[in-house]
């Protein structure tokens, strides 16, 4: 199976990577455009400024490859938030691929919001095996609403999307590489798709 992981200057790719690797899997980081087309399966990380990171996908031609993929791809953090329409981070115009605009936690609750918390709601064959209530590890002050593409909720003083899905484009706001036994399940279950 190829993996590719999208390296776009923007991304926590080395601790994805070794994600991967404990699972039995080989992820070549790569933004040549023909190597992500050829993958299997696609990660899209990011780690940053949604202005900043949305500059360099511009930039590559990435923001227009992305959406054209038809393999499993799975954004993680500011990478499902610029899977968005926007984000009101930089005032930044996102892929389009989720119909949500990504906006900031209000003044009711410390941002960024670091730590656990619970995943409920859970919607997807991404979720197979886990169960309602496991906690998942977050870094933000930016979040997608709930809306028709969320496949998993948490809660911050609202309820916001910690996953999302569209055919077969996945996002999570979590770092499933960082979220211990219930991280690496939530990857394995995304390298089966």
Same mark, same amino acid.
């Given at each position: 199976?190829?993996?590719?992981?999208?390296?776009?200057?923007?991304?926590?790719?080395? $601790?994805?990577?070794?994600?991967?690797? @404990?699972? /039995?899997?080989?992820?070549?980081?790569?933004? =040549?455009?023909?190597?992500?087309? $050829?993958?299997?399966?696609?990660?899209?990380?990011?780690?940053? &400024?949604?202005?900043?990171?949305?500059?360099?996908? @511009? %930039?590559?031609?990435?923001?227009?490859?992305?959406?054209? !993929?038809?393999?499993?791809?799975?954004?993680?953090?500011?990478?499902?938030?610029?899977?968005?329409?926007?984000?009101?981070?930089?005032?930044?115009? /996102?892929?389009?691929?989720? =119909?949500? =605009?990504?906006? #900031?936690?209000?003044?009711?609750? #410390?941002?960024?919001?670091?730590?656990?918390?619970?995943?409920?709601?859970?919607?997807?064959?991404?979720?197979? %095996?886990?169960? &309602?209530? &496991?906690?998942?590890?977050?870094?933000? $002050?930016?979040?997608?609403?709930?809306?028709?593409?969320?496949?998993?909720?948490?809660?911050?003083?609202?309820?916001? $999307?910690?996953? !999302?899905?569209? %055919?077969?484009?996945?996002?999570?706001?979590?770092?499933?590489?960082?979220?211990?036994?219930?991280?690496?399940?939530? !990857?394995?279950?995304? !390298? #089966?798709?």
């Amino acid at each position: 199976m190829k993996i590719v992981i999208i390296n776009y200057g923007a991304g926590n790719i080395q $601790s994805i990577k070794f994600a991967i690797k @404990r699972l /039995g899997f080989e992820a070549i980081l790569s933004s =040549d455009i023909d190597e992500i087309r $050829s993958a299997d399966k696609v990660i899209f990380p990011g780690v940053g &400024e949604a202005s900043s990171a949305m500059k360099k996908l @511009r %930039d590559s031609g990435l923001d227009k490859i992305i959406p054209a !993929l038809k393999q499993p791809v799975l954004g993680i953090c500011l990478g499902m938030q610029l899977m968005c329409n926007s984000s009101e981070e930089g005032n930044t115009k /996102g892929i389009g691929i989720f =119909d949500v =605009d990504v906006v #900031k936690f209000n003044d009711t609750v #410390k941002v960024p919001q670091i730590g656990w918390n619970q995943i409920t709601n859970l919607k997807s064959k991404l979720f197979t %095996d886990i169960n &309602e209530y &496991e906690h998942i590890y977050l870094v933000h $002050s930016f979040y997608a609403p709930v809306c028709n593409a969320t496949i998993a909720a948490c809660n911050y003083n609202i309820s916001y $999307s910690a996953a !999302l899905q569209k %055919d077969n484009f996945y996002g999570t706001q979590f770092h499933p590489e960082k979220s211990s036994t219930v991280g690496q399940e939530i !990857l394995a279950n995304f !390298l #089966k798709m």
